[in-house]
């Protein structure tokens, strides 16, 4: 938002009475969830996002977690890949994970 719309929204917030706050303050936080709606959503025309599978060190550092525990752990993980040998984690379902916290 520049400069000018958030002036503009606190003049119109400076000329309410004090009777009229709460249902501005509602509006607000409607336009807020609005605005964390569109941030969110889905990308346009069904695209998928790129996931990246990531190594051991970079995902326990995603998670806050050791690389020991993240190896004695994977198995409890759904977004757990494996690459022969190799343990990977998809970046996709670790946000996923983070975000349902």
Known sequence: MNGSRLAH???AMMELSTDELPQFLGELEEAK?????RLTAAPPNGAQP???????E???E??????DYLYRHAQEYPFT?????????????????????
Do not use: T, Y
Request: aromatic fraction near 6%.
């Open 33 to 37: 969830a609005w605005a964390w709606q």
């Open 58 to 60: 970079v995902a326990a």
């Open 9 to 11: 929204i606190l003049q």
């Open 81 to 101: 890949r494996r690459q022969g040998r190799k343990l990977l984690f998809s970046a996709l379902g670790i946000d996923r994970h983070i975000r349902q916290k």
């Open 62 to 67: 995603r998670l806050g977690v050791s690389k």
């Open 50 to 56: 790129h996931d990246e599978q990531l190594s051991v």
